[in-house]
């Protein structure tokens, strides 16, 4: 079974940095993706940066561009997500979610793509 856990959400000022963790277990990825979606208050899920497994081949949401850091770790089956200068804005709940198998494309925003969704972790940037 596989499982992804999320980790390091909190409370953070503008302009602060966080880096948040995405654990997978169960299964080793060798291919596919994971992908960061964020779901504000009354919002929609909305993918913000995603990567290929294969190649690190990477995929950002305008808003985050120049400021969030998708990256990998291979060895422990773990994606991070470095978030730099955050705004009030960022302010949401942070999913990661993961698609295994071959595939062409990164930055799938289509979230019923993925097979799997971590449980979620808050991000607050007060201003």
Known sequence: QVQLVES???LVQAGDSLRLSCA?????????????????????RELVASIRWSDSMSY?????????????DNARNTV??????????????????????????VGVRLTSWYNYWGQ???V???S
């Open 24 to 44: 997978a277990s169960g299964r080793t990825f060798s291919s596919g993706a994971m992908g960061w979606f964020r779901q504000a208050p009354g919002k929609g």
């Open 120 to 122: 979620g972790t808050q």
């Open 124 to 126: 607050t940037v007060s």
């Open 80 to 105: 991070y997500l470095q978030m730099n200068s955050l705004k009030s804005e960022d302010t949401a709940v942070y999913y990661c979610a993961g698609r295994f198998g071959p595939i062409s494309n």
């Open 8 to 10: 390091g959400g909190g």
């Open 60 to 72: 950002y949401a305008d808003s985050v561009k120049g400021r969030f850091t998708i990256s990998r």
